[in-house]
């Protein structure tokens, strides 16, 4: 082990990605034990940032681009897990690195996370934290973002068959295009003009009445949540003298933004720190020199490189849960 430990030191004055990349070469023939302290090394960085901000860390990676990342109700039992060995705290962040998912299931994380935290609350996005994800962040008293995070839109999806191929559109799409085939049917009627092909494409399943009214519900759910949380931790906790009304017309403004897809255009769309503020979040900007976005930062790369070394094309890992003490993959 002293033979590791002299190669790791001079490893480290190389730049952190060449850094991991290096000590996963050196990892790789050891033990899932060596692998673990060697590359996430979730043992020395946790506790190091826990001890600096004196909160408790978790920390919940996914593999942008694999099927099986999307927040779902697996994700429960692991978060929980992770939460009750931390026990009740004053205060806890949630590290979330995630393409998005259930929005039933990111309120149930919302809702864990508090049961678990007596002051605050706090997410932390060293990179993505989209659709889900983001509710995820807007259910926290404030957001932790560095030059490169990004929160994303959280306008319902809905996933359909086109050609044998499944695709994700947004659920506004369907409302929209049955909005605009009832006018033009109607503009036909009006001007005695054949009218049968928009009752042809009416009668289609995307924009049928009770495909469409799921569709305003799902839509009418992510506001929702958006709406309850708001007023009562974020934006109470940035502007404390405002009163209730001001509080619910500003949540109100600000799930209209987020969840629209006429605005945003792409699901995908990257809302950044900057612009995460302007809105009205509570949101804490950490420039890239910080050295607590460093670490951050590193906590989350070697995530990521430690997915990539325990995967293969047989089985590749889909997410990461991690804390000062354990660590979890999802297949």
Known sequence: MDTLNSIAA???????????????????????????????????????????????????????????????????????????????????????????????????????????????????VPNMAKSAATIIALGADSIVMGYCSELGPIDAQKFINVGGVMQQLSAQSFISARENLLKELSKAKAEKKEFIGYLQQLSSSTVEPAFIEECKREINFANDLVKKWLPQYMLKVKNPSWNSRKLKQTANIIAKNLSSADKRFVHGRMIGADESGSLGLGITTLQKEDPTWNLLWEIYLRSELFLMVNSNPQQQASKLFFDNQNFLFAF
Do not use: W
């Open 10 to 124: 001079k490893i480290q004055k190389e730049p952190l990605l060449q850094q991991v990349l290096k000590e996963i070469g050196i990892a790789s023939q050891e033990s899932d034990k060596v692998k673990s302290e060697m590359i996430l090394k979730h043992k020395i960085l946790i506790p190091q940032y826990e001890e600096k901000e004196k909160r408790k860390l978790i920390v919940y990676i996914a593999k942008i681009g694999n099927q099986k990342s999307a927040i779902n109700t697996d994700d429960i039992a692991p978060i929980g897990s992770m939460l009750a060995n931390c026990g009740s705290v004053e205060n806890l962040d949630f590290m979330i690195h995630s393409p998005g998912g259930s929005g039933v299931t990111a309120e149930k994380i919302v809702e864990m996370c508090r049961k678990y935290t007596t002051k605050e609350f706090r997410v932390i």
